[in-house]
């Protein structure tokens, strides 16, 4: 134990503790009246696998902006990275679950599927973007195996649940005003219509704009959110349409070579052009110069641009006193572009320097069927879900000149190169059938079954050499079970196993079959298999009047693992082949536990302990179809750091509160053989806030100081930005984030 960090130590102490506290607590005196402040662990209290939330009081007390991952990432398993200190920077964002990637997890909005979320999304979108943070009411993280009616085709691991907030019955306006480091401006305005003959609804309006912490340029985004809802006798209408427009200028990846020799606030050029085009004709090979490895130090900006806008429609039925159907309708539309300012290719004038992009459009539809029932003793549920996703992707290259340089943050007009274009359509369906049966008043059972197929069509319009065809990732029989046994008021034990299947992804770029060279899809598309996982949990959950907890150990077998490795700089484009490459096995240990140490004083503490490795090495061929193994077997899977705990200790009197977190992260890996690592890292943060409910015509007013990274910690936030390796022994893989300094934030809001 005397080697185990100092959160480790605390969480074991916390544990160890608890059967006492438990004991004291439930024999306090019944004049005790005083409830729990904020319940955010037992959400899933009654479930039949690992299930925790948080209400809307978490997010309202959270700053303004933040995205709801950052929120999230308080509960147990979660690893949550991003470069900037609200979470929002896409291309840094990181959500890791139980060792499980975020493209290997499932994410839904109002029951719409948000695909899983990843960076150039061919089908979804980021929550920051679905949704402005303020209008989230809840949330449900299953951290084992999502319900099986949820809407994903990744969820090899866990899911992630969010719901809007209601319209409020009775007229409303709410406004605030959020100021900050880095020039952090924020606005929010809502207003409800309240209840009407028609139905009540709110619209809401975001726009925020922040300098980025280092180096030059802004993050902007501007969004609109509307809610309706209408109450037809027994049966409840509702409808949203949200819109995001999204520009993000993005931070250079760096080393740790670079951070080293060039410090932790190195960025790209951005806005100098011609200090820009001094690297590329004295680094870059470009003008009679040579080439060296520092042409990738800095380029003159990167940038993420993302239009969208997705609705869905709802119609919650009461059939009869036990059956009831809920069919959600939904779109998304999305034009996006991610652009890159290159040394290695050359515009048309001659300029050593041209802007590349990848440019994405997706459109697609599709609807959520779940008819719940009672008969007698069993509670039957079946689900079917279908999507039709056209998702055109091209790689385009536009001029650059000294005196005309486009701007990072508006689409680009009139290529002079289509290196290729891409059109994809993918064909999702899914049914679900489970019956949950109560053997007895205490104890519960839990089985079922879903079947997924998608079928991609991936066709290539402009451009030679790399693959046209469909492929499909099929598996009728994917079983989960689970069991839950009331032990009293306090406590319950539950256990449950799933198995789970990732589809393939219909892309040009990532982990795809397409990703590679049409020679390569061709001989891998018969024998590729798509990646599936076993889920093993068992827990226990408690609660009482001044505590509430539980306690999950779990193993994973993860199977059939897709692996694309890509070949020099990322920004070069190089071609990736995709191959099933052994599996991993995942074993771990989460608690949570909270706290009313006074009247209005809680504690809430997650603690998250576990180990996960490859089980097999990667063989590859040579030019010479000889072998080539790289030796992972027994080795740490990447970015799955061993240890996690977060504490957040809370006030709130009604007039005065605040909150003091601590989050705690060991170790993480960012190459396969376990040579490249970054260090374990300890951030604080803290808010504090005064409310009042007597400000005339103000119904109530909020002041909100916020700090993040209190401290001042210099750590490295995201790893794998730029993808993984197999090995760095110099510390120059590019493909990390530094995280962000300490800021400062101040919100002010009204409730008319």
């Given at each position: 134990m005397r080697h185990l960090p100092a959160p480790t130590l605390l969480a074991a102490a916390l544990l160890a503790g608890f059967a006492a506290h438990s004991a004291h607590a439930q024999s306090a005196s019944t004049s005790e009246t005083q409830e729990l402040d904020r319940v955010t662990i037992n959400i899933g209290r009654g479930q039949l696998r690992s299930v925790q939330g948080l209400t809307k009081a978490d997010f309202e007390g959270a700053v303004a902006g933040l995205s709801p991952l950052a929120t999230v990432s308080r509960l147990p398993g979660v690893n949550f990275q991003s470069a900037d200190p609200l979470g929002n920077y896409e291309w840094s964002t990181r959500f890791t679950l139980r060792a499980f990637s975020q493209n290997q997890l499932g994410f839904t909005l109002d029951d719409v599927p948000l695909g899983d979320m990843s960076y150039g999304n061919l089908n979804g979108l980021h929550i920051s973007r679905a949704i402005s943070s303020e209008n989230v009411?809840?949330?449900?993280?299953?951290?084992?195996?999502?319900?099986?009616?949820t809407a994903s085709s990744s969820n090899l691991g866990g899911t992630l649940q969010f719901y809007s907030s209601m319209p409020l019955e009775k007229f409303g306006f709410q406004a605030a005003q959020t100021l900050g480091s880095s020039s952090n401006r924020r606005t929010f305005l809502r207003l409800d219509t309240g209840s009407s003959q028609i139905g009540e609804f709110y619209v809401s309006y975001t726009r925020q704009n922040a300098d980025k912490w280092k180096g030059s340029g802004e993050q902007r985004q501007e969004q609109w959110n509307l809610k309706y809802a209408k109450q037809l006798g027994e049966h409840q209408l509702t409808a949203f349409v949200n819109t995001s427009k999204r520009r993000e200028i993005d931070y250079q990846d760096v080393s740790l070579e670079m951070v080293n020799r060039l410090g932790y606030n190195w960025d790209?050029?951005?806005p100098d052009i011609q200090a820009a085009l001094k690297a590329s004709t004295t680094h870059c090979g470009n003008a009679g110069s040579t080439y060296d490895a520092t042409c990738d130090d800095a380029y003159y900006a990167g940038a993420g641009l993302r239009d969208d806008t997705l609705g869905g429609v709802t119609l919650d039925a009461k059939l009869s006193e036990h059956a009831r159907l809920k069919t959600t309708g939904y779109w998304h539309r999305n034009d996006g572009r991610g652009l890159w300012y290159t040394?290695?290719?050359?515009?048309?004038d001659g300029t050593p320097l041209a802007l590349r992009t990848t440019e994405y459009a997706i459109r697609r539809q599709g609807v959520v069927s779940v008819l719940d029932f009672d008969f007698g003793a069993h509670q039957i549920k079946a689900s079917l879900w279908h999507e039709n996703n056209d998702f055109d992707q091209s790689r385009r290259f536009y001029a650059v000149s000294p005196t005309q340089v486009p701007s990072p943050y508006d689409f680009p007009s009139n290529p002079f190169l289509t290196q290729w274009q891409y059109a994809f359509s993918t064909k999702t369906d899914q049914f679900s059938l489970s019956d949950t049966?109560?053997?007895?008043?205490?104890?519960?059972?839990?089985?079922g079954f879903k079947s997924l197929r998608a079928r991609i069509d991936g066709q290539l319009e402009?451009?030679?050499?790399?693959?046209?065809?469909?492929?499909?990732?099929?598996?009728g029989f994917l079983p989960q079970a689970g069991l839950n046994l009331q032990l009293s008021k306090e406590d319950e034990l539950f256990v449950g196993a799933s198995r789970n299947m990732r589809v393939y992804q219909g892309a040009a770029t990532g982990t795809t079959p397409y990703a590679t060279t049409d020679a390569g899809f061709a001989a891998i598309k018969g024998s590729?298999?798509?990646?599936?996982?076993?889920?093993?949990?068992?827990?226990?959950?408690t609660q009482g009047r001044l505590y509430e907890g539980n306690v999950t150990a779990y193993v994973v077998n993860f199977k059939d693992r897709l692996l694309g490795v890509t070949q020099g700089a990322g920004i070069q484009g190089n071609p990736t082949v995709l191959s099933n490459v052994g599996g991993v096995r995942t074993q771990g240990l989460e608690a949570a536990l909270s706290f009313r140490l006074a009247p209005g004083f809680s504690w809430y503490n997650s603690v998250s302990l576990s180990k996960s490795t490859y089980r097999d090495d990667v063989v590859s061929k040579d030019a010479n179809n000889k072998d080539i193994v790289v030796a992972t077997k027994g080795k740490h899977v990447v970015d799955a750091p061993d240890t996690m705990f977060k504490s957040i200790l809370g006030y709130d009197s009604g007039a005065l509160f605040g909150s003091l977190g601590l989050d705690y992260m060991s170790k993480r890996y960012y190459t396969y053989l376990n040579d490249g690592s970054v260090d374990g890292r300890t951030l604080l943060n803290l808010s504090a806030g005064y409310r009042s409910k007597s400000l005339g015509f103000v119904s109530e007013g909020t002041f909100t100081v916020g700090v993040s990274n209190l401290t001042d910690k210099k750590y490295i936030s995201t790893v794998g930005s730029n993808g993984f390796t197999n090995d760095d022994p110099k510390g120059t893989g590019q493909t990390l984030l530094t995280g962000a300094p300490r800021q400062f934030f101040v919100s002010f809001s009204a409730k008319l």
């Open positions: 009411a809840r949330a449900y993280l299953s951290q084992g195996s999502g319900a099986l009616e790209n050029f951005y040394p290695y290719t050359a515009s048309p049966v109560a053997l007895s008043r205490d104890l519960t059972l839990g089985a402009v451009g030679t050499g790399k693959p046209s065809g469909s492929i499909t990732a099929s598996k590729l298999k798509p990646e599936t996982s076993d889920n093993f949990e068992a827990g226990w959950r």
